[in-house]
């Protein structure tokens, strides 16, 4: 929060983790009245007015994963598995689960679209998913009881956050005014909530046997479900707010400092040494890669960072950064600017339903298929030098990165900074990948050439 920062203000930083190779370029849409219902992967609701916004979005999907509106509103969202959770995959795998409801993903935007404030934001977010519920396959060619999960989010204001946990329709909230948090697939509001659904109390009797009785309602231990490991989530967690927790005692958490915790592999860590390759981890890392055994199963698909200022004479940058940010160069883009027509594309089309969908193919249009490239070029199977290629495309972003922060923006010339940038970036990026020796007019991956059948 605003007394951990370097800058006094507040800072909000998420990595979105998905399956390999699911492109997830940027959304821009601008203010607009309500129209007529919006149809959404699995329910039909009610539209209302909506605030402008910038969006990272699954190929697929008409929410987010990370976004940002016109009144400094940031939403994230992490899958977190719950014994209601647990449940309906038992009764999908019988033919007898839940109805589908909203998916987390669209309770971002939504959130973004009607929330002025961080508060009004997390209102809105808990009203929708107590009349619609969540439930139902968030993954391209996975079915509901493989592809879903239940939700966490972080919402963020220049004056406040907070934490939002769900169960179900239930869910339970913590205001933080200070210090440093984060987040990662697993509950952690303890006895500490300053928000709770009405039923959360019943649910947490009803799926563990929770009595009121023992004391103020422990939202982790009751609702957790035991089945499902945490370790992976837990070392993620405690790895990302030590790493922050460090920088804001070292003076203050910057940009620059998320931008380290976001491309973390546990560097400097005892997990390090000569043999380690962090492109092909055997445990999953902040900066997330798939390894060949299919342990880590996906990779961080795009990264976003934005720090929440109230100053009003002074733009709000949104640091994004396609595929994972290790190999990746976060790039200034702003609400209500015109964004780089690189960075939009594929263009969303056809149903929000992601298994109406397959894998998407290779597009040399788009910014993120491009870094998708990168990243391959630098886990190249014959050298096996992920550290010294990854260092490489280092050397030429982070240049980029510091040049471009130490810009002043006019304000009437945002979408052109930020078109500015992605050439920068991209003359870069083709310099880098001549470098490598890669080949620029086809994918590396055979995956990514052709989409399945």
């Not at 929060?1 to 399956?19: C, E, H, I, Q, Y």
């Amino acid at each position: 929060m605003t007394d951990s920062t370097a800058s006094g203000s507040v800072l909000f930083g998420k990595n979105s983790d998905r399956p390999a190779g699911e492109t997830q370029p940027l959304r821009s849409e601008p203010a607009r009245d309500a129209g007529g219902p919006l149809q959404l992967a699995y329910v039909t609701i009610d539209d209302a007015p909506a605030y402008a916004h910038v969006g990272s979005a699954p190929f697929w999907c008409w929410g987010y994963e990370i976004g940002v509106n016109e009144h400094r509103v940031a939403i994230g969202n992490e899958a977190v598995f719950t014994r209601p959770w647990a449940d309906a995959v038992a009764a999908e795998k019988k033919e007898m689960g839940p109805v589908p409801g909203l998916l987390g993903m669209e309770l971002v935007r939504l959130g973004l679209e009607r929330g002025r404030s961080a508060r009004a934001a997390v209102d809105v977010m808990t009203d929708l998913l107590a009349r619609h519920g969540q439930w139902g396959a968030a993954m391209v060619g996975a079915s509901h009881a493989d592809g879903s999960y239940d939700n966490s989010f972080i919402v963020a204001d220049p004056h406040e956050a907070w934490i939002v946990e769900t169960a179900g329709r239930e869910w339970a909230a913590r205001r933080l005014t200070s210090g440093v948090e984060s987040i990662s697939n697993e509950l952690t509001i303890r006895q500490d909530a300053d928000l709770v659904s009405d039923g959360l109390l019943d649910l947490a009797l009803q799926s563990a046997g929770w009595d009121e009785g023992w004391g103020g309602l422990d939202v982790a231990e009751a609702l957790t479900d035991p089945q499902t490991p945490l370790q992976v989530s837990h070392i993620r967690r405690r790895r990302s707010h030590q790493l922050l927790t460090d920088a804001a005692e070292r003076g203050g958490v910057s940009v620059d400092d998320a931008k380290m915790v976001l491309r973390d592999h546990l560097e400097g860590s005892f997990l390090g040494g000569p043999s380690r390759d962090a492109s092909r981890p055997d445990f999953h890392t902040l900066c997330m890669h798939e390894h060949p055994s299919g342990f880590t199963w996906g990779n961080t698909a795009a990264s976003m960072i934005v720090e929440l200022h109230d100053d009003p004479d002074r733009p709000v940058t949104i640091w994004w950064s396609p595929v994972t940010p290790c190999t990746g160069v976060y790039l200034p883009v702003y609400v209500g600017a015109e964004l780089p027509p690189s960075t939009l594309l594929p263009a969303r089309s056809g149903s929000a339903d992601p298994r109406d969908h397959t894998q998407p193919v290779h597009d040399p249009e788009s910014l993120w298929w491009q870094w998708q490239l990168l990243l391959d070029a630098a886990k190249d199977p014959v050298t096996r030098d992920f550290t010294g290629r990854a260092a490489i495309l280092r050397e030429a972003f982070d240049r980029l990165e510091d040049e471009w922060t130490r810009v002043t923006v006019d304000p009437d010339d945002l979408a052109g900074f930020s078109a500015r940038c992605v050439a920068q970036a991209r003359t870069a990026a083709l310099a880098v990948l001549h470098e490598l020796g890669a080949d620029l007019d086809a994918p590396l991956d055979p995956r990514w050439a052709t989409s399945p059948t």
